[in-house]
């Protein structure tokens, strides 16, 4: 086992590499970059002085030697400063991602409490109308464009019920009851959009269970269907769906732009799609590269959690 | 078959698995069969048939668009912005005076194709990367597979974000925009096909037949390609067709965060994106491309699903 | 500018103003000790804080490097210029209580108000502003559109304690008009290691923190130099929160559900109804006009340009015909501010209402036109900015307008870096874009205009020597209706010759709730100016 995971530590070197110098590549060969944008339009485009601005953001280097540089740094957790903001890049990180996590944390779990109801009605009534309706409400949350979504939900929620206030964000850490009320329309949308997939999976794994051995022993000891489901089935489907929920919720910090966008929400997404269209290099290379490595660590845990709850599954 | 036919074999079966392949050898014949089987089994599933009948009217209404259609969907006429349903609007008019039906119809033409053959981009490129790392194993597939887990680390929408805004910078004019935005749409699904497609191969590899076909000299890429690809095809039927669903909600969310088709090239992401403004005073306008995008993706997503319900060999015997 | 401004007229010429000003500036230098004794009197009835939702966030802290054209980002309102502007755009005393220049225009010598501060305590001195000056021409550090502003600029010097005087490569009368607020922002020098992390100015409210994309608060500044007419001290708010909100329907629904108190940006298409609707419940500032909305051909290469096509002036009238503004008028601004024949509105000192207008709409001679031109038939790009909506409107309302006229054209949206790209290349046609305002005429016709400027360069490379001329006489022209008339006749040639063709006066729309009192949005936003905007706003508690 330690084995494994030493194993598997040590792959996550180059996964990380390909993507930093993806990243490095990618914004490279980004057409205009931020030494146009400070000369801007109105400033005199004199030849020493864009000489003096590349040498202070450091353009005067080739690419390789920029990108042996910033991994050196980043290795020591250094990321510079960002070219726009002007202030220290972990700075930038340390506010967005709190703010992204708290959302994707709270959105994967109010997926999984519509998707699990779900999911389990949909396979104990198999091929009923029960099944193919929960199956449809389900299907019809990944369905509808999520800023449109979004957008309706303030529409309802906000202006005409008045239930919620339509934006904004209180940080957990300085009132966690009052960051609810902002909370919960972001993570209801996105844990509608989230609950299908859960829901599929859920009810997948549920039929599984249901046709296992040990169901029909129990069965015929005479335990009550629920009981036998509620007890013994819904445990045991559950494993899949919290460990994929792992994966989802990893995937989701990249996934909430649109969302953080409409409600107002100072996440890491937006802060990462403003820096690529501002070509502020260092926030992006150390965004992507930061929840790349939530992201692969992620992977990992739900492996291991995994095979720690389904010892059937072999590590190797 | 030679190694370049081989992401066509794939093209066909992912986008709709109807065409039938010429049956040399056995795995193809057990394909075709598998095929007429999977239809018998779609009338047992009411998701997939229904997703069925949804899919069919869409590209019906696809097909048909230039003789359906009532109105050039570009024509812009201010003097008649944001009409109500009409005989001559049958959608009334969007923002600028131009025929929401038109538009609605030539958008989801446009839509479905670059859905379409985005999607089948991202097979044709990530099935043989997948099949032949898994296929050779060692060494190539180590580093193989560290490119693909790397492109995999990008959390959500970073991979199309960047994607996008590099490849929209890229010259080209009409057509080639859309190629630009299905190769942005395609590479960023290869990951995800090459993982599957190397899994399968894996699994497949240790099964009997391959073994077997390896004791009598067949040759190791004739191996991979003849007998396991067919092997490997209906979990990439299933992940092809939700993944259509999905690139149309890309496509939408890129055009809200500004990287979408430029007006006035009819786009039910953007229609939908600019009608915002508009929610309030004509909520109508924004309703139509967005329940559109809310049908094909639905559709796509039922038929989907019911097509792993169908092919998903644990859930047949049941 | 709001009804009220308008009704004041414009008719003190700026000459008579500033003997005006030098004279109430005397009396104010002589009792600055007095003033301070008795100062710091507060109406205490006034206060409060107001929440403001704003389309844009600010994207630093640091006044010289950032370029504050979205004027309502809250963190506008810690940093202040040498001079203001009152409502009716003129210029008044700031930080300065008086300036004067040298008869041949190239050095103007400012008199500093005595007891004005820093946030920090820092004295405003003239060593201070001197410090300022060059802090912002330093290519290292200043925004090009900052730096512009400064480009005649030579070198400062300091008098003594309060007088700092500027002294210019070219005679201007248009110089103070460079030293209000934005583009010219004071912070102070002993701030400057944290001009990033902990801005310290001289404008009416104090840095409190600035979380981006979320919140940024401010305190009010109790030491702020200006008064009312009472002697009370600016500002009356206990505070300010800026609270970025982009999505304009969540903003609007914000201001409904009480979430913020003041708005700005009104989407367009929401403004009518939402004055009509809301009328009552909510006060509606229009502001109308923050700056120019044109569309400029690449005068360089392609079709456009003289240096590749004979025909390019026919061409670009035939475009000019192919413009239907009342549909752009009606369809991007919804009817809300006016189609524009100039850069300067009905509502600015400097609009020009006897100059030509550019050739109308006829669909039918366009097409004649396009057709007799040589490359007629070329393909034309369209460019427009991502970070305006009207922008990118107003382009494909272009786009289609040229497709009808026969044009060959193809339309492209792009942010900020690929634009400046573009620039750089001459790889566009035609630009769907706007500028924003400028106190004085010179500050767009120098900069935007004269074939020498680097903006006329690197965007359309305009070149007609009569502009030339008109322009630099114009900047050392003293009186003001001569004035007038250069500009105007300079308008009528842009008109004719078309290196642009002006679209529309961009409006803007702030909406707020009925607590706010004593607030009303200058041309630039609702922070600096004299007298007016948040200085003056209360809330009811």
Same mark, same amino acid.
């Given at each position: 086992?330690?084995?494994?995971?030493?194993?598997?530590?040590?792959?996550?070197?180059?996964?990380?590499?390909v993507l930093?110098?993806?990243?490095f590549?990618?914004?490279?060969?980004?057409?205009?970059?931020?030494?146009?944008?400070?000369?801007?339009?109105?400033g005199?485009?004199?030849?020493?002085?864009?000489?003096?601005?590349?040498?202070?953001?450091?353009?005067?280097q080739?690419?390789?030697?920029r990108y042996?540089k910033w991994l050196?740094?980043?290795?020591?957790g250094?990321?510079?400063?960002?070219?726009?903001?002007r202030?220290?890049?972990?700075?930038?990180?340390?506010?967005?991602?709190?703010?992204?996590?708290?959302?994707?944390?709270?959105?994967i779990?109010?997926?999984?409490?519509i998707?699990?109801?779900?999911?389990?009605i949909?396979?104990?009534?198999?091929?009923?109308?029960?099944d193919?309706?929960a199956?449809?409400t389900?299907?019809?949350?990944?369905?509808?464009?999520?800023?449109?979504?979004?957008i309706?939900?303030?529409?309802?929620f906000?202006l005409?019920?008045?239930?919620?206030?339509s934006?904004?964000?209180?940080?957990?850490?300085?009132?966690?009851?009052?960051?609810?009320?902002?909370?919960?329309?972001p993570?209801?949308?996105?844990?509608?959009?989230?609950a299908?997939?859960?829901t599929?999976?859920?009810?997948s794994?549920?039929?599984?269970?249901?046709?296992?051995e040990?169901?029909d022993?129990?069965?015929?000891?005479?335990?009550?269907?629920?009981?036998v489901?509620?007890?013994?089935?819904?445990?045991?489907?559950?494993?899949?769906?919290?460990?994929?929920?792992?994966?989802?919720?990893?995937?989701?910090?990249?996934?909430?732009?649109?969302?953080?966008s409409?409600?107002?929400?100072?996440?890491?997404?937006r802060?990462i799609?403003?820096?690529?269209l501002?070509?502020?290099?260092?926030?992006?290379?150390?965004?992507?590269?930061?929840?790349g490595?939530?992201?692969?660590?992620?992977n990992?845990?739900?492996d291991?959690?995994?095979?720690?709850l389904?010892?059937?599954v072999?590590?190797? | 078959?030679?190694?370049?036919?081989?992401?066509n074999?794939?093209?066909?079966?992912?986008?709709?698995?109807?065409?039938?392949?010429p049956?040399s050898?056995?795995?193809m014949?057990?394909?075709?069969?598998a095929?007429?089987?999977?239809?018998?089994?779609?009338?047992?599933?009411?998701t997939a048939?229904i997703?069925?009948?949804?899919?069919?009217l869409l590209?019906?209404?696809?097909?048909?668009?230039?003789?359906?259609a009532?109105?050039?969907?570009i024509?812009?006429?201010y003097r008649?912005?944001?009409?109500p349903?009409?005989?001559?609007?049958?959608l009334?008019?969007?923002?600028l005076g131009?025929?929401?039906?038109?538009?609605l119809?030539?958008?989801?033409?446009?839509?479905v194709t670059?859905a379409?053959?985005?999607?089948?981009?991202?097979?044709?490129?990530?099935?043989p990367?997948?099949?032949?790392?898994?296929?050779?194993?060692?060494?190539?597939?180590?580093?193989?597979?560290?490119?693909?887990?790397?492109?995999?680390?990008?959390?959500?929408?970073?991979?199309?974000?960047?994607?996008v805004t590099?490849?929209r910078?890229?010259?080209?004019?009409?057509?080639?925009n859309?190629?630009i935005?299905?190769?942005?749409?395609?590479?960023?699904?290869?990951?995800?096909?090459?993982?599957?497609s190397?899994?399968?191969?894996?699994?497949?590899?240790?099964?009997e037949?391959?073994?077997?076909?390896?004791?009598?000299?067949?040759?190791s890429?004739?191996?991979?390609?003849r007998q396991?690809?067919?092997?490997?095809i209906?979990?990439l039927?299933?992940?092809?067709?939700?993944?259509?669903?999905?690139?149309?909600l890309?496509i939408a969310a890129?055009?809200?965060?500004?990287?979408?088709t430029?007006?006035p090239?009819?786009?039910?992401?953007?229609?939908?994106?600019?009608?915002?403004?508009?929610?309030?005073?004509?909520?109508?306008?924004?309703?139509?491309?967005?329940?559109?995008?809310c049908?094909?993706?639905?559709?796509f997503?039922?038929?989907?699903?019911?097509?792993?319900?169908?092919?998903?060999?644990?859930?047949?015997?049941? | 500018m709001?009804?009220?401004?308008?009704?004041?007229?414009?008719?003190?010429?700026?000459?008579?103003?500033?003997?005006?000003?030098?004279?109430?500036?005397?009396?104010?230098?002589? $009792?600055?000790?007095?003033?301070?004794?008795?100062?710091?009197?507060?109406?205490?009835?006034?206060? $409060?804080?107001?929440?403001?939702?704003?389309?844009?966030?600010s994207?630093?802290?640091?006044?010289?490097?950032?370029?504050?054209?979205?004027?309502?980002?809250?963190?506008?309102?810690l940093?202040g210029?040498?001079?203001?502007?009152?409502?009716?755009?003129?210029i008044?005393p700031?930080?300065?209580?008086?300036?004067?220049?040298?008869?041949d225009?190239?050095?103007w010598?400012?008199?500093?108000?005595?007891?004005a501060?820093?946030?920090?305590?820092?004295?405003v001195?003239?060593?201070?502003?001197?410090?300022?000056?060059?802090r912002?021409?330093?290519?290292?550090i200043?925004h090009?559109?900052?730096?512009?502003?400064?480009?005649?600029?030579?070198?400062?010097?300091?008098?003594?304690?309060?007088t700092?005087?500027?002294?210019?490569?070219?005679?201007?009368?248009?110089?103070?008009?460079?030293?209000?607020?934005?583009p010219?922002n004071?912070?102070?020098?002993?701030?400057v290691?944290?001009?990033?992390?902990?801005?310290?100015?001289?404008?009416?409210f104090?840095?409190?923190?600035?979380?981006?994309?979320?919140?940024?608060?401010?305190?009010?500044?109790?030491n702020?130099?200006?008064t009312?007419a009472?002697?009370?001290?600016?500002?009356y708010?206990d505070?300010?929160? $800026?609270?970025?909100?982009k999505?304009?329907?969540?903003?609007?629904?914000?201001?409904?559900?009480?979430?913020?108190?003041?708005?700005?940006?009104?989407?367009?298409?929401?403004?009518?109804?939402?004055?009509k609707?809301?009328?009552?419940e909510?006060?509606t500032?229009?502001?109308?006009?923050v700056?120019t909305a044109?569309?400029?051909?690449?005068?360089?290469?392609?079709?456009?340009?003289?240096?590749?096509?004979?025909?390019?002036q026919?061409?670009?009238t035939?475009?000019?015909?192919?413009?239907?503004?009342?549909?752009?008028?009606?369809?991007?601004?919804?009817?809300? $501010?006016?189609?524009?024949?100039g850069f300067?509105?009905?509502?600015?000192?400097?609009?020009?209402?006897?100059?030509?207008?550019?050739?109308?709409?006829?669909?039918?001679?366009?097409?004649?036109?396009?057709?007799?031109?040589?490359?007629?038939?070329?393909?034309?790009?369209i460019?427009?900015?991502?970070?305006?909506p009207?922008m990118?409107q107003?382009?494909e309302?272009v786009?289609?307008?040229?497709k009808?006229?026969?044009?060959?054209?193809?339309?492209?949206?792009?942010?900020?870096?690929?634009?400046?790209?573009?620039?750089?290349?001459?790889?566009?046609?035609?630009?769907?874009?706007?500028?924003?305002?400028?106190?004085?005429?010179?500050?767009?016709?120098?900069?935007?205009?004269?074939?020498t400027?680097p903006?006329?360069?690197?965007?359309?490379g305009?070149k007609?020597?009569?502009?030339d001329?008109?322009?630099?006489?114009?900047?050392?022209?003293?009186?003001?209706?001569k004035?007038?008339?250069?500009?105007t006749?300079?308008?009528?040639l842009?008109?004719t010759?078309?290196?642009?063709?002006?679209?529309?006066?961009?409006?803007?729309?702030?909406?707020?709730?009925?607590?706010?009192?004593g607030?009303?949005?200058a041309?630039?936003?609702?922070?600096?100016?004299?007298?007016?905007?948040?200085?003056t706003?209360?809330?009811?508690?």
């Open positions: 086992m330690l084995a494994y995971i030493i194993r598997r530590i040590a792959q996550l070197v180059p996964v990380l590499l930093t110098i993806v990243v590549g990618f914004v490279e060969l980004l057409p205009g970059n931020i030494i146009d944008t400070l000369i801007g339009t109105e005199i485009d004199d030849p020493e002085v864009r000489k003096i601005l590349e040498k202070e953001y450091g353009f005067d080739p690419i390789y030697v042996v050196y740094r980043a290795v020591q250094e990321f510079g400063i960002s070219l726009v903001t202030r220290p890049v972990s700075l930038e990180l340390l506010t967005g991602i709190p703010a992204t996590v708290y959302l994707a944390l709270v959105g779990t109010l997926s999984m409490l998707a699990v109801p779900l999911g389990t949909a396979a104990v009534r198999r091929n009923t109308a029960v193919y309706t199956q449809v389900s299907l019809a949350g990944i369905s509808i464009p999520e800023f449109w979504f979004a309706l939900c303030v529409l309802l906000s005409y019920l008045g239930w919620l206030p934006s904004g964000y209180i940080s957990p850490f300085d009132d966690f009851w009052g960051s609810l009320k902002f909370l919960i329309l993570a209801a949308a996105v844990g509608f959009r989230q299908a997939f859960t599929r999976l859920t009810r794994s549920m039929l599984d269970e249901m046709s296992k040990y169901v022993t129990a069965r015929s000891l005479g335990l009550s269907e629920r009981k489901i509620f007890k013994y089935t819904l445990r045991n489907a559950m494993i899949p769906t919290i460990t994929i929920s792992g994966l989802q919720l990893a995937n989701l910090l990249g996934g909430t732009v649109v969302l953080e409409i409600f107002a929400w100072p996440g890491i997404g802060a799609f403003e820096a690529i501002q070509r502020d290099y260092p926030l992006v290379q150390a965004g992507v590269l930061v929840l490595v939530i992201v692969v660590v992620m990992l845990l739900v291991l959690t995994y095979s720690y389904n010892p059937r072999k590590l190797r | 078959m030679s190694e370049l036919e081989a992401p074999l794939v093209v066909a079966g992912g986008s709709g698995g109807s065409r039938v392949l049956a050898v056995g795995p014949a057990r394909l075709a069969t095929l007429s089987n999977a239809w018998y089994e779609l009338r047992k599933s009411r048939s997703g069925l009948v949804m899919l069919v590209f019906s209404a696809c097909a048909a668009t230039p003789w359906i009532t109105q050039n969907p024509k812009q006429n008649e912005r944001l009409q349903p009409s005989e001559q609007h049958l009334g008019t969007d923002r131009r025929d929401i039906y038109s538009r119809l030539w958008g989801g033409r446009r839509l670059i379409l053959v985005a999607v089948a981009f991202g097979l044709a490129i990530g099935v990367y997948g099949v032949l790392s898994g296929y050779y194993g060692g060494r190539v597939d180590t580093v193989a597979m560290r490119f693909v887990d790397g492109l995999l680390a990008f959390p959500g929408l970073l991979l199309y974000l960047l994607i590099l490849a910078e890229w010259k080209a004019e009409g057509v080639f859309d190629l935005l299905i190769f942005a749409l395609g590479f960023a699904f290869m990951p995800e096909v090459a993982r599957l190397r899994g399968s191969v894996l699994a497949e590899k240790q099964k037949y391959v073994e077997a076909s390896r004791a009598i000299g067949d040759g890429l004739s191996i991979a390609l396991i690809l067919p092997n490997i209906s979990p039927i299933v992940n092809a067709t939700v993944r259509l669903g999905y690139v149309i890309i890129l055009s809200f965060l500004g990287l979408g430029p007006p090239t009819p786009d039910w992401g953007s229609d939908l994106s600019s009608a915002r403004d508009y929610m309030e005073t004509a909520p109508l306008i924004a309703a139509f491309p967005g329940l559109a995008i049908y094909t993706v639905l559709a997503n039922l038929f989907g699903d019911g097509l792993r319900d169908i092919l998903d060999p644990r859930l047949v015997e049941r | 709001t009804d009220e401004a308008n009704k004041k007229g414009t008719g003190r010429t700026r000459r008579n103003f500033l003997a005006g000003t030098t004279a109430l500036a005397g009396a104010a230098l002589v $009792g600055p000790a007095a003033a301070r004794a008795e100062a710091r009197k507060r109406n205490a009835k006034r206060g $409060g804080t107001v929440r403001f939702g704003t389309r844009d966030d994207v630093g802290l640091d006044t010289h490097r950032n370029f504050i054209y979205f004027v309502s980002h809250p963190l506008a309102a940093t210029g040498l001079l203001d502007f009152d409502a009716n755009m003129n008044v700031g930080i300065a209580a008086s300036w004067e220049s040298s008869k225009l190239q050095t010598t400012f008199k500093l108000r005595r007891g501060e820093f946030h920090n305590g820092e004295t001195d003239a060593n201070a502003v001197k410090w300022n000056l060059e912002i021409m330093d290519p290292k200043g090009s559109f900052t730096r512009s502003t400064l480009s005649d600029l030579a070198k400062v010097t300091v008098d003594d304690k309060y700092v005087q500027c002294h210019l490569k070219n005679p201007s009368a248009a110089f103070d008009s460079n030293m209000t607020y934005y010219v004071l912070m102070a020098p002993g701030s290691d944290t001009a990033d992390t902990l801005p310290v100015g001289c404008g009416p104090k840095f409190k923190s600035w979380k981006r994309f979320d919140t940024c608060e401010l305190v009010r500044f109790e702020f130099w200006e009312d009472e002697g009370n001290t600016l500002p708010l505070g300010v929160v $800026g609270k970025p909100k999505e304009d329907r969540v903003r609007l629904t914000a201001l409904r559900t009480n979430e913020v108190d003041l708005i700005d940006n009104v989407a367009y298409a929401d403004a009518p109804s939402f004055i609707d809301y009328g009552k909510y006060e500032f229009p502001v109308p006009q700056g044109f569309i400029a051909f690449n005068l360089k290469n392609g079709p456009f340009s003289e240096k590749d096509n004979p025909d390019a026919m061409l670009r035939a475009a000019a015909h192919a413009i239907d503004h009342q549909a752009i008028h009606e369809a991007i601004f919804n009817n809300q $501010g006016q189609i524009a024949k300067y509105s009905p509502s600015s000192p400097w609009y020009s209402k006897d100059a030509k207008s550019w050739p109308t709409y006829d669909p039918d001679k366009a097409k004649a036109m396009r057709k007799k031109a040589k490359d007629g038939d070329a393909k034309i790009l460019i427009a900015n991502d970070s305006y009207y990118n107003s382009g309302l786009h289609a307008m040229l009808d006229a026969g044009f060959n054209a193809t339309f492209e949206i792009h942010p900020t870096p690929v634009i400046q790209d573009k620039y750089n290349k001459g790889a566009f046609d035609i630009d769907s874009s706007a500028n924003s305002y400028r106190l004085d005429p010179d500050g767009w016709f120098s900069r935007s205009i004269l074939s400027a903006e006329t360069i690197r965007r359309h305009y007609n020597e009569k502009v001329q008109l322009i630099l006489a114009a900047r050392v022209e003293a009186n003001k209706a004035r007038l008339q250069m500009y006749d300079i308008e009528t842009i008109n010759d078309l290196p642009l063709i002006y679209t529309h006066f961009v409006p803007l729309l702030e909406a707020g709730t009925k607590k706010l009192h607030y009303k949005p041309f630039t936003g609702p922070f600096q100016y004299a007298g007016g905007g948040l200085r706003a209360w809330m009811d508690r």
